[in-house]
């Protein structure tokens, strides 16, 4: 696979189950290396501008939201200060939930572990943000959030490459649609390409 | 921007603080263990104050290493669950931070569960030290750091094994049987007051220098490692 991501798009990864997408994403994150050839991010992208939501939820159960959320904060060097608060509670707003809700996420339903999920994947500001199947198991008010907020993600100059098997969720906002099969992308398309059934008509 | 290592290591401590205030799972486990233990053996042996100064410093860290065994798998399936550890390998925090983190809150949870049990110690086995107790005091210091420094380094080296519960003893104690003799020895010595502990207790110092500096140098890789 030859493939060139660019800046202010967002791409969407579709294909079969066993098609190589996760395993794309995780390479693109770092968490797997490729057993040949070389995934080269832009020289000046560090590893912190990388936001990565997997197919798990990558939170801590037994804290609330806004606990997982002020952690991560801190891990990405945020500090602990009001501002960065402020961005917890923002990015909380942003996909629909609560920043004052006070139940651990082991009480949260799917959709808003997910929800949780991307706000704490974007939460850094990234220049890149890889996304697994973030639309599964959230209902279709989440979704068109989720989407509105991905589209608003890539307005502001970020790389958003998502997989889902959903794809009218983004049938309005994503930029360029890859299929993959058997670890290569073997179709391209644009938004303008898709098929009738694909944008939900 | 990325955060320093004190922060990120003070932000993982009160993280694993809270998670382990909130579900107990270590704590009560380790404790019970423990406990279990020390009534077990003293039912067994009934020994007297002479005898008991001699065998109670085996007894004591034999019982904490296997209590901290599951204060150690624990640590890590934390992680584990949800993909969390996938997390903090995307983010810009130091893998260094991480593992000392974990070391200074397996140390407060194990050496809590040694201050909680050992005057069970003192009652069952009616020890009394001869030797300077301040100086058992180091070696309980000394002796924990060594467990959990060692312990959580190999509970994260046998994360990702099928069956790291049976993996992290098998690594763990071969690699403890210096620390593990240099804390009964000195402890032993302490208590019956016949021999000097200075000398276990400077090899003990030496061991936990050492497995802290090769855990906080190595541990990248083992947190990178497919």
Redesign the interface.
Known sequence: MNFCFNASTLYVLLGDNGAGKSTLLRML?????PTSGKVELNANF???Q???M??????????TGM?NLR??A??????TSHETIKKCELAMNCVGLDPGMHR?VHAYSQGMRQRLSLA?AVLHSPKIVLLDEPFSNVDAVSMAQMSRHLGELRDAGCTVIVITHQVTALAHTGDEFLTMQLGRIIESRKRAQLRPTEVGL | MSGGFYAITRANLEKDLRLEWRSKDALNAMGFFALLVVVIFAMSFDPSAEESRRIVGGIFWVAFLFAAIVALNQTWAREMRNQVLDAYRVSAAPASALFFSKVLGNFLFVGLIELLVSPLFVVFYNVRSIGPVWQLAVVFFLGTWALVANGTFFAALSLRTRNREVMLPLLLFPISIPALLAMVQATTNILSGEYSPDMWIKLLAGYDVVFTIAGLLMFEVVLNAE
């Open positions: 994150a770092g968490l797997t290396q560090t590893r912190q990388v936001g990565y997997g197919h798990a939820s990558l939170l801590y159960d037994e804290l606990e952690y991560f801190e891990l990405q060097g945020m500090g651990n704490r």
